[in-house]
């Protein structure tokens, strides 16, 4: 067996037709897992699912907004009753606005909350049962990945920011860095099931457009990084895949900067 295929793994991947989701979704599907692309756009995931689909791939649209908690519930009684098991989940689905000190509102810490903290723990609350069965099943164990961010580890410099309207807001952050420590609970509170909990966070992946759009910020990004470039997203997806797998069966608890060096300096 290849370590770093995942033939027959059901994943749910949330968050799926994003910058970095689609990224995701390609290199799981690759692997030869059949994923679950959950988001709240239901044509778009049934473009993408079809896509992956004429490339030979096993994927299924799965309409999924995670600030519901009903629509959670539901989603995991269509994984439940569709599949009968549920191999990994990679928790990647977030919306939010810019913002600054000064413009971010409780409510936007509020809808954060639920992103980056509630949604993926009531998640792997509800897979559970499944990912316990996974859990005896499969020799790398059941796993579960968060893509939180180098910005729950750091704070964004507001010199590279100032005025180019992507500020970075303290929302995104203070949530991010608590689903690296949830991470770790979990991690900790779940290995006697075999189930495996990491994170991972990306570094500077902003989608192609701010390069042609605001070629001074994003020359502002890159200069930071050590190693003066911008992160492609299959660069984040790969270590993903990889965490899922038998590669990485012991492996938990860890969160892995995917930075380019950017928290190293």
Same mark, same amino acid.
């Given at each position: 067996?290849? !370590?770093?295929?995942?033939?027959?793994?059901?994943?749910?991947?949330?968050?799926?037709?994003?910058?970095?989701?689609?990224?995701?979704?390609?290199?799981?599907?690759?692997?030869?897992?059949?994923?679950?692309?959950?988001?709240?756009?239901?044509?778009?995931?049934?473009?993408?699912?079809?896509?992956?689909?004429?490339?030979?791939?096993? *994927?299924?649209?799965?309409?999924?907004?995670?600030?519901?908690?009903?629509?959670?519930?539901?989603?995991?009684?269509?994984?439940?009753?569709?599949?009968?098991?549920?191999?990994?989940?990679?928790?990647?689905?977030?919306?939010?606005?810019?913002?600054?000190?000064?413009?971010?509102?409780?409510?936007?810490?509020?809808?954060?909350?639920?992103?980056?903290?509630?949604?993926?723990?009531?998640?792997?609350?509800?897979?559970?049962?499944?990912?316990?069965? *996974?859990?005896?099943?499969?020799?790398?164990?059941?796993?579960?990945?968060?893509?939180?961010?180098?910005?729950?580890?750091?704070?964004?410099?507001?010199?590279?920011?100032?005025?180019?309207?992507?500020?970075?807001?303290?929302?995104?952050?203070?949530?991010?860095?608590?689903?690296?420590?949830?991470?770790?609970?979990?991690?900790?509170?779940?290995?006697?099931?075999?189930?495996?909990?990491?994170?991972?966070?990306?570094?500077?992946?902003?989608?192609?457009?701010?390069?042609?759009?605001?070629?001074?910020?994003?020359?502002?990004?890159?200069?930071?990084?050590?190693?003066? !470039?911008?992160?492609?997203?299959?660069?984040?997806?790969?270590?993903?895949?990889?965490?899922?797998?038998?590669?990485?069966?012991?492996?938990?608890?860890?969160?892995?900067?995917?930075?380019?060096?950017?928290?190293?300096?």
């Amino acid at each position: 067996m290849n !370590r770093f295929e995942l033939n027959d793994y059901v994943i749910l991947l949330t968050g799926a037709t994003g910058h970095l989701g689609r990224a995701i979704a390609q290199a799981l599907t690759e692997a030869k897992a059949h994923v679950i692309l959950a988001g709240r756009d239901g044509e778009k995931l049934e473009r993408l699912a079809e896509q992956l689909s004429k490339q030979g791939a096993l *994927a299924t649209a799965l309409q999924l907004d995670v600030e519901s908690e009903s629509a959670r519930r539901e989603a995991m009684h269509f994984i439940e009753s569709r599949f009968g098991r549920l191999d990994g989940i990679v928790n990647n689905a977030y919306a939010g606005r810019t913002g600054t000190v000064v413009s971010s509102s409780i409510e936007d810490f509020e809808r954060a909350t639920t992103f980056n903290l509630s949604a993926p723990f009531q998640l792997v609350q509800l897979a559970l049962p499944l990912l316990e069965a *996974a859990g005896q099943r499969l020799k790398g164990g059941a796993s579960v990945v968060n893509v939180a961010s180098m910005y729950g580890m750091v704070s964004p410099n507001p010199e590279i920011y100032l005025d180019s309207g992507a500020n970075n807001p303290p929302f995104y952050g203070a949530t991010k860095a608590g689903l690296i420590q949830l991470t770790k609970y979990l991690a900790c509170h779940l290995a006697g099931a075999n189930i495996r909990v990491n994170s991972v966070s990306p570094g500077p992946f902003p989608p192609p457009s701010i390069k042609s759009d605001q070629p001074d910020f994003h020359e502002k990004l890159r200069a930071k990084v050590p190693l003066k !470039r911008i992160g492609v997203a299959s660069e984040v997806a790969d270590p993903i895949l990889f965490l899922l797998g038998p590669g990485a069966s012991y492996i938990t608890g860890v969160n892995l900067p995917i930075d380019g060096g950017w928290t190293a300096w």
